[in-house]
């Protein structure tokens, strides 16, 4: 009798024993938020992003695993992109107006983000997987890297103006997203960006300091019959220095325009020199500008303007150069457009449009 209730009572101790393996088992694989919690503690960030990885895949509402989990394991590594990128996911998910803020306060803190790597491939797991948005903002981005590095132009008009240009933009999250190939500190090197501007966007090729445009570099925007530049010298983010711009026409026709910008708007003495590849006719001549506005240009047509009003009235036949300069100035001045031109001998001139208070650069605008 006591033998068996020995063997009873040893049934019984292992038996509860194994519940208690079991139970904790159970526990150790069952409760993740534990886990990552504990990882945190420790400071073992691969672990904890891991642990709170799980649980969000048992519950993807879950906040606390968003905002005191898997962000604040990003964030203690320094990854502030992949913490905003989670933030943005638990948003989505839960519509949490906790994790809504901490998102904005991010996004505002890291500023525009700064893409780099090679091959279209983003380091972060939580960035690269499939076609996130930041892996079209890579494939875009280096695609215009590669045909503005080439100065190729015409390459770029398939790129400016495409399907997934409009759709990386539509997808910013701020006005623009830069790409560095080889970032050897954030945000400063040779890389692409495009940036959103009132009514389109156009692209940047060139240097970065701190994801700022600083040292040389080029602007470009397809305009859907041939493509505007700027090539010259940045500073404060803006064209800075000498520098051209240059509008090209499908129909082979090319206007320079060269001299010294500040802060993105042409200032002092330039040059314009206009071309036709059909033709290698070519002519050239300068103009004055007073920080983005024609002055001593605009008195001179002022001048052309009141002598065709002039002669219209007095019943006088009109110069035909003077009739077409001054039909051209008096559609300029309907519609609130600024006007640039050039007049040579015997009343031949050119003239150009820009929609904007100040004559700038692309990349003022």
């Known amino acids: 009798m006591e033998k068996i209730i020995g063997i009873f009572a040893a049934l019984i101790l292992v038996t509860v024993g194994a519940a208690f393996l079991i139970t904790g088992f159970t526990r150790r694989i069952g ?9 945190m503690v420790e400071k073992n960030y ?7 990885r799980e649980a969000l895949q048992q519950d993807p509402k879950n906040v606390k695993a968003y905002e005191e989990g898997i962000v604040a394991a990003y964030e203690a590594q320094g990854d502030n992109d992949a913490a905003l990128h989670m933030l943005e996911k638990g948003y989505e998910n839960t519509s949490d107006a906790s994790l809504e803020t901490r998102m904005n306060t991010l996004r505002d803190s890291i500023g525009p983000v700064v893409l780099s790597g090679g091959s279209g491939t983003l380091q972060n797991p939580e960035l690269g997987v499939g076609e996130t948005v930041r892996q079209r903002q890579v494939e ?17 008009c398939s790129v400016d103006g495409s399907s997934e240009a409009d759709q990386v933009i539509a997808e910013l999250k701020g006005d623009h997203v830069i790409y560095i190939p080889e970032d050897g500190s954030h945000g400063t090197g040779t890389g692409c960006g ?9 692209f940047y090729y060139g240097d970065f300091v701190d994801g700022e445009r600083v040292g040389h570099g080029v602007s470009y925007w397809y305009n859907g019959s041939g493509y505007e530049t700027y090539e010259g010298e940045w500073k404060d983010d803006m064209p ?6 240059h509008l090209y026409y499908d129909y082979g026709r090319s206007v320079y325009r060269t001299g010294n910008f500040r802060d993105g708007v042409e200032d002092g003495d330039f040059r314009i020199l206009i071309e036709d590849s059909y033709s290698g ?35 006088r036949t009109v110069d035909y150069q003077k009739q077409i300069l001054h039909d051209d100035y008096e ?3 309907m519609y609130g ?15 150009y449009y820009r929609y904007s208070d100040l004559l700038g650069a692309l990349g003022y605008r």
Do not use: C, H, W
């Open 331 to 333: 559609y300029a001045n």
């Open 140 to 156: 875009l981005l280096e695609k215009a890297y590669d045909l503005l590095s080439k100065q190729d132009y015409d390459g770029m």
């Open 31 to 39: 409760s993740p938020m534990k886990r990552g919690e504990d990882a």
């Open 281 to 315: 006719d070519s002519q050239s001549g300068e103009y004055y500008v007073s920080y983005g506005r024609p002055t001593e240009a605009t008195d001179e047509l002022d001048q052309i303007y009141q002598e065709v009003e002039d002669d219209l009235a007095a019943g």
């Open 240 to 245: 800075n220095g000498n520098g051209t711009e």
């Open 194 to 202: 495009v940036y959103q501007v009132s009514g389109g966007y156009f």
């Open 337 to 351: 457009d600024e006007i640039i031109y050039v007049i040579y001998d015997d009343y031949n001139y050119e003239t």
């Open 46 to 52: 691969t672990l904890a992003v891991a642990s709170y």
